[in-house]
């Protein structure tokens, strides 16, 4: 079975690392992909926004599947174009991704149907934005309705930072239309824990639980970033708080896209924060998340395939998700500047990775036969060990060996997890 995968991170190669382990598994294509993905799928240089060319190169090649895993063309409809012409798909149509496309959209859903997120207003206009502003108890959190790039949401912890904030979204449109409506959110606190499932629409299967640290710098300090590190599972996320969240968010959340005719199937991802009133929702993601994916399918033993498959046709059976009680921590090795203002073109130098070591790519490009870095984050170094401690020093180790000009990384992926397992 010929695949075709949308997107070019490091995500998709983990996904595509994946999916070559399925014995169903014939050739595997990549639009766009980038110079580490194309070791292990034929990348062509058509971008995952341009959807016309997506459908244009599925039709025109052997494709008997395609997983649409970025945010952009799913919410563009990728799924429902390429289902139009024939070709099934792993991921929400246009219809259904708007839960992650719309946040004003997914706080009127949990409103609705009583999930527990946080309280809100929503503003259409910078003036009622700012005279609620005015109001308001700080810190609170400023949310861009739309779709941008994982940055649309700031913490603000005064009324002249908020009055800032809504400038730049509503008014500098630093954002573009994501920035036409604005949700104001009360400030919550408590661990945060990322849980990816996968669903047809009628069952939902979560995959093990994962943390991400999306802060540039150690101790979480620093700018907000795409993720600088992962671990798997989250030991937040116990099984009593994972029964909560079945009963009271994931459940309810199927049920709630159904009832609206918004029938979600793919993999739907639960940003959660473990507050003292319990779980609540911070954010769906219509998605695998970056770089929690790089942790968490190293874990799956199944057939990524055969699950995405049967998702796709609405017959999961939660006995086909099978994860393993091992651990996985990945390490982001980032250009220098990074999120800001960073140099590119250096040559990469990668480590032959061991049994239970991978590295995915997301931010190079091959020149010449070699492999040069084109992006802020540059590749993820992932290890699975039976014990959190393990994997995260493995994966270092090999993170370690990654050479290029500028190379850095957080030293501290995994630090409050080893905590809160008692492990310092
Ligand atoms: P989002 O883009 O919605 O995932 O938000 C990005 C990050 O902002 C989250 O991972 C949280 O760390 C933080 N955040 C978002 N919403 C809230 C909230 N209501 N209270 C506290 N922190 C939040
Ligand atoms: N790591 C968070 C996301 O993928 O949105």
Redesign the pocket.
């Known amino acids: 079975m010929n695949i075709l995968v949308i997107g070019g991170g490091g995500r998709e190669h983990a996904v595509i690392k994946a999916l070559k382990k399925s014995p169903k598994t014939g050739k595997i294509y990549c639009l766009p992909g980038n110079g580490g993905i194309a070791a292990d799928a034929e990348c062509y240089p058509i971008k995952a926004t341009d959807i016309e060319g997506i459908v244009q190169f599925a039709t025109t090649h052997d494709v008997d599947f395609a997983v649409v895993t970025p945010d952009d063309p799913l919410v563009l409809g990728a799924v429902d174009a390429l289902e139009e012409k024939g070709i099934p798909c792993f991921g929400p149509n246009k219809r259904a991704a708007i839960i992650e496309g719309s946040k004003v959209f997914s706080k009127q859903l949990m409103k609705k149907y009583g999930i527990p997120t ?1 309280g809100s207003v929503t503003c259409a206009s910078a003036e009622n934005a700012v005279e609620y502003l005015k109001t308001c108890k700080y810190p609170t ?1 400023i ?1 861009a309705d739309g779709l941008a790039l ?1 940055k ?2 700031v ?1 603000v912890y005064s009324f002249e930072e908020a009055r800032a904030a809504i400038n730049e979204i509503m008014v500098d449109k630093i954002f573009g239309d994501s920035g036409n409506k604005v949700l104001i ?5 408590g661990p ?1 824990a990322s849980v990816l499932s996968f669903t047809d629409g009628n069952i939902v299967v979560p995959m093990a639980s994962s943390m991400d640290h ?1 802060r540039a710098l150690d101790g979480d300090r620093g700018l907000n970033t795409g993720g600088m590190g992962t671990v798997a599972p989250n030991p937040y996320y116990t099984p009593e708080i994972a029964e909560r969240c079945m009963k009271e968010i994931f459940i309810p959340t199927i049920r709630a896209m159904n009832a609206e005719g918004r029938m979600f199937k793919g993999c739907l991802y639960f ?1 959660l ?1 473990l507050t003292s009133d319990g779980p609540k929702v ?2 769906y993601n219509c998605r695998f998340g970056d770089p929690e994916t790089q942790v968490v399918l190293p874990l799956l033993d199944s057939d990524l395939l055969e699950i995405m498959l049967a998702t796709s046709r609405g017959e999961l059976r939660e006995d086909m998700v099978k994860f393993s009680s091992d651990s996985a921590c990945c390490v982001i090795v980032a250009s220098s500047g990074y999120p800001k203002k960073y140099a590119t073109g250096f040559e990469i130098e990668l480590p032959k990775p061991a049994e239970g070591e991978d590295i995915y790519v997301a931010g190079a490009k091959l020149s010449d036969g070699k492999l040069l870095t084109s992006g802020g984050r540059v590749l993820g170094a992932t290890a699975r060990a039976e014990n959190l401690r393990d994997a995260v020093d493995k994966a270092y180790a090999l993170a370690n060996k990654v050479k290029f000009e500028g190379a850095y990384m957080r030293k501290d992926i995994g630090a409050r997890a080893l905590l809160a397992l008692g492990d310092k």
């Not at 959110?185 to 606190?189: G, I, N, R, Y």
């Open positions: 946080a959190v949310k994982g649309g949401a913490i959110e009360e400030f919550l606190t945060e999306k940003g924060m911070i954010e």
